[in-house]
């Protein structure tokens, strides 16, 4: 056997493992249809700066000519006060929403799975340490939490995903810890231990991959509330920055026109519902395959 | 012969992402007012599936009901609406699952399941329920019935929560009761006192059982009758004493063999090849590749069921050939 | 005379009830209450006793799973409980266990590759080709076809998994296996190969087993030498041959008679034991065993019996052996 033909083998399996997943995942209708929009989203913001048809308008300043117009067919989505073109500037928002969404789950789930995993696996004083402080930090609404964060930091994007990372880590350590304690006493874990593995190997190498299905089905909902808290703190003045295109920031500014310029508001707030609601439904469906009882076929 | 219960040309697949598969492929199978019937097979063989089959209950997808008829007093249950399945499960034909934690619901007491399900199914007043409670609490042999009424399912052993699942299956009057390994991971002594229930309960309340195992030992202990599942299909049926003294399927066999004998006997040495999901894909047998007697006819054409003696049906080509027909030439050794 | 690998002295597990505003402990389970055995290499014991009647708890005692009361525990002549990290790494290696649900002791996010491999890999360098090779071999000698490697638990039968946790417990040449009811969520075809399985095994690779089950008829099977358990008490001990043939204790011989077998005409020649077994917590004065026992007497309420010798290392504790063999039928 090659070496190659045996890192296939041990990918096989898992290829198999996806296949079957997107099987089970397209099932249903509404999630197939979430997945896609998921996808597409993806793309576009990958590809935002290439695809936008007003690339100029996306961080320079006035085009005062063609301020407040209603969409048309130059400017899909009509433009703002600045005459800049919504329509790309709302396509590149799509970029700026999943990224600092994507980095502030990632920062959440960095510190809210290990320490959670290592609350449950381990028990005791560590245990009861951990949880408290999880508990300090529950004990505030996570968005008053990163609105004070993000108000000490100083306003910019960056402190933002700071301040939401910071305040929602604690609702993933408590998850994780909870499914940690009932896999702590799964035979495969006395298994372990039985055959001399060390502490560590046994909840990174076997209790956290078993207690990290609710996680992904709660990290992908969150994503659409992270993007909403974002567009809030945006909104107040705390996160994105002008001329950033972010759409908090968008129907922030929009306030001032909504009464003459519809467009203007509509359009970032529309792409705000449409992101939040496809992770909210693209989470429902992950949890129906990542559900044991449901999963089998 | 009053064709109480009869299962027809019944086919049932499952939609899997590798496509379908037949699960249960039973051509007739009928039960008798009154009596025990086993059905017997190693896990996977698709006993379950006939159970839920039968009540409707079997999530679909992924089953798909293919064709077939199951008649229980005349009517077909498979053409029912559900609004009328609904009437007949409990009253009229009614489960034991295997596992007794999850039939019972952990935060109600086991007194309040059984007085739920009575006022469910009948109007009468709490009082009244709450002492039909305490008969069926009785009818099971629970000891100090009252006081096993408050309690909680965790409470109580895995033998006492099978006796409750029990009682709450009769509550309401069912006449056919599947029992589906009622006694799976208890113990043996737990087992013992379950099974004659089971029986005593048959034998006073005239109910028909459906007999579910994986061991031809329990079903020779409270059946009269037997069928032999694999992989969905019966290959051996006929009294227990039939197919017990002489056993003419491989598969039969191998079952008999693998049951390890009390008191300083051992067990005999089995076949060990493993189970084959591709069996269900041939045209031929679905013994075939673990059978030690198989022949080339065997992969090629399904061998139809053909009767020894009496009511004693097997279905395997080699069943037939000369004088002294299966049996024995595999008990030994 | 072969050497003792295992010799159990006194041992000992209670675990507190806690209770109160300090959590005091205000009670204690006693899941294993004294309990005396000794093993030599190449046999098979079979411990027998319904659930709850602290075999698995000895078992976890016994592999330091959990830490004992108290007692003494020698194995391959190095005291169990006095033992520093490092040797006792090194022991585990040759003490392993088989677990008696095969669904939930492999580890469903695992290929078998890493599930088989993982105590190679704890406690030798060993990976990728070499890794492969190795848990390939192991397949096969648990008679599963290599290619399972790269496949996932829930891609096989139940007995199929037993025989990968099988292959996981051989895969460092261990001296000692547990075997914790490894085939009681099987069924019954799927056990006898699994018995026949583990004992081919044990024959070519000169191991020595710990059987735990509930079915003395499994237990006969294997068993070289068999101890009976009630309660957290050893209540019959002896040679197979002698427990079964010349059975002593009225527990014992309970358990035999609730076994169907296909002799069993009707069910009225199955025997079974009322009531189920009593809390450890506050557990029968006197015989342990006299709220079920059919032959109970006064003295059974208030005296323990004591290990009576049958002879030929037969041992029984009940109060009627050799004394009254009218009632003890």
């Known amino acids: 056997m090659t070496k190659s033909s045996g890192i296939m083998n041990s990918i096989k399996p898992r290829i198999t493992e996806i296949k079957l997943s997107l099987y089970l995942l397209c099932r249903n209708r509404l999630t197939r249809l979430s997945l896609g929009v998921v996808i597409l989203l993806g793309l576009t913001a990958l590809a935002a700066p290439f695809i936008v048809p007003h690339p100029e308008h996306i961080e320079t300043e006035a085009n005062p000519v063609d301020k407040l117009l209603p969409p048309s067919g130059k400017y899909y989505f009509g433009t703002d006060e600045l005459g800049r073109d919504i329509f790309s500037r709302v396509i590149y928002g799509t970029r700026i929403s999943l990224q600092t969404a994507l980095i502030a789950v990632g920062l959440a789930l ?68 909870g499914q940690a304690v009932s896999i702590r006493e799964r035979q495969f874990v006395k298994a372990a231990r039985a055959i001399g593995t060390p502490p560590v190997r046994i909840i990174f190498g076997h209790i956290v991959p078993n207690c990290i299905a609710p996680v992904i089905v709660q990290a992908s909902m969150d994503i659409g509330g992270v993007i909403l808290t974002i567009a809030s703190l945006s909104f107040l003045g705390l996160g994105a920055q002008p001329p950033t295109p972010e ?24 792409a705000i519902f449409v992101t939040v609601l496809v992770f909210n439904l693209l989470g429902d469906g992950l949890r129906e395959i990542l559900d044991p009882k449901t999963r089998k076929i | 012969m009053g064709e109480y219960f009869k299962i027809k040309e019944l086919r049932v697949g499952f939609k899997t992402f590798e496509g379908q598969k037949n699960v249960l492929d039973i051509d007739t199978m009928v039960l008798n007012k009154g009596e025990t019937f086993g059905i017997v097979g190693e896990s996977g063989a698709g006993k379950t599936v006939l159970a839920l089959t039968i009540l409707r209950l079997l999530s679909s997808p992924p089953s798909v009901i293919e064709s077939g008829s199951i008649l229980f007093n005349g009517e077909d249950l498979l053409q029912k609406p559900e609004s009328e399945m609904r009437k007949i499960r409990g009253r009229h034909i009614s489960m034991i699952f295997q596992d007794p934690m999850s039939t019972l619901n952990p935060v109600f007491t086991v007194g309040e399941q059984i007085i739920r399900v009575f006022r469910n199914n009948k109007r009468i007043s709490r009082k009244e329920a709450e002492k039909e409670a305490l008969g069926m609490i009785e009818m099971v042999k629970l000891p100090d019935a009252k006081n096993i009424m408050g309690k909680y399912p965790h409470e109580l052993s895995g033998g006492q929560r099978q006796r409750i699942v029990i009682a709450i299956a009769l509550s309401c009057g069912a006449e056919f009761l599947i029992a589906d390994e009622p006694t799976r991971n208890l113990d043996v002594t737990i087992q013992a006192g379950i099974l004659k229930l089971i029986a005593e309960l048959q034998r006073e309340l005239g109910v028909t059982v459906l007999f579910i195992a994986n061991n031809l030992g329990l079903v020779s202990a409270i059946c009269k009758r037997v069928a032999i599942l694999n992989a969905g299909r019966i290959v051996e049926t006929g009294s227990v004493r039939e197919v017990l003294k002489d056993p003419r399927h491989p598969y039969t066999l191998t079952l008999l063999n693998a049951i390890p004998r009390n008191k300083g006997e051992r067990v005999n040495r089995v076949n060990t090849i493993i189970k084959e999901e591709r069996d269900r894909d041939l045209r031929g047998c679905r013994y075939y590749s673990r059978c030690m007697e198989k022949q080339e006819i065997c992969r090629d054409s399904e061998p139809t069921s053909g009767l020894i003696l009496g009511t004693h049906w097997v279905a395997c080509h080699r069943a037939f050939e000369g004088g002294e027909p299966g049996g024995g030439q595999h008990t030994e050794g | 005379m072969a050497d003792s690998i295992l010799k159990v002295k006194d041992l000992k597990k209670y675990f507190p009830v ?76 040759n003490l392993q266990i088989v677990f008696q649900d095969p669904f939930w002791s492999l580890n469903p ?5 890493d599930i088989v491999g993982e105590p190679i890999k704890v406690h030798a360098n060993c990976s990728g080709e070499q890794l492969v090779k190795k848990v390939g071999d192991l397949l096969e000698m648990v008679g599963l076809p290599r290619n399972g490697v ?4 829930h891609e096989f039968s139940g007995g199929e998994r037993q025989r ?13 296996v547990v075997l914790d009811e490894p085939t009681s969520s099987i069924d019954v075809l799927s056990q006898a190969q699994i018995l026949e399985l583990l004992k081919d095994l044990k024959q070519s690779l000169g191991l020595t087993y710990i059987l735990i089950s509930h079915d003395l008829s499994v237990v006969n099977y294997m068993a070289d030498r068999i101890a009976v358990m009630y309660l957290g008490k050893m209540v019959e001990y002896g040679p197979a041959d002698d427990v079964f043939g010349r059975t002593a204790h009225p527990y014992t011989k309970a358990l035999f008679a609730a076994i169907p077998t296909l002799d069993t005409e009707g069910i009225d020649s199955i025997a079974t034991i009322e009531g189920s077994v009593p809390s450890a917590i506050n557990p029968p004065s006197g015989c342990r065993f006299h709220t079920r026992c059919p032959m109970a007497k006064e003295i059974c309420r208030q005296k323990e019996p004591v290990m009576v010798d049958l002879g030929g290392g037969h041992r029984a504790a009940c109060h009627f052996i050799g004394k009254d063999a009218k009632s003890a039928c």
């Open chain 1, 110 to 177: 960095l510190i809210g799975i290990p320490l959670g995993a290592i609350a449950g696996a381990t028990g005791g004083m560590v245990d009861e340490v951990i949880m408290r402080i999880t508990d300090i930090f529950l004990s505030f609404p996570p968005l008053l939490l990163a609105i004070a964060i993000a108000a000490f930091l100083g306003p910019s994007l960056e402190n933002a995903m700071l301040a939401i990372g910071v305040s929602w880590w604690p609702w993933y350590t408590r998850l994780i810890r």
């Open chain 1, 247 to 270: 759409w908090g920031l968008m129907v922030s500014t929009s306030r001032n026109y909504f009464l003459n310029a519809w467009w203007y508001s509509i359009f970032p707030g529309l």
């Open chain 3, 164 to 176: 990968i946790a099988i292959a996981r417990a051989l895969a460092l040449s261990p001296k000692l």
């Open chain 3, 150 to 153: 790269f496949k996932y638990p």
């Open chain 3, 109 to 113: 996010r695992l290929l078998v590759r």
């Open chain 3, 18 to 93: 806690r209770g109160g505003f300090f959590s005091k402990p205000v009670a204690w389970v006693k899941a294993v209450d004294g309990v005396t055995f000794e093993m030599e290499q190449g046999e098979v014991l079979g411990l027998v006793g319904e659930s709850g009647c602290g075999k698995t708890t000895l078992v976890n005692v016994l592999l330091k799973l959990e830490e004992p009361t108290s007692g003494e525990v020698h194995f391959d002549g190095l005291d169990l409980f006095n033992m520093d990290k490092k040797s006792l790494r090194k022991t585990r290696k």
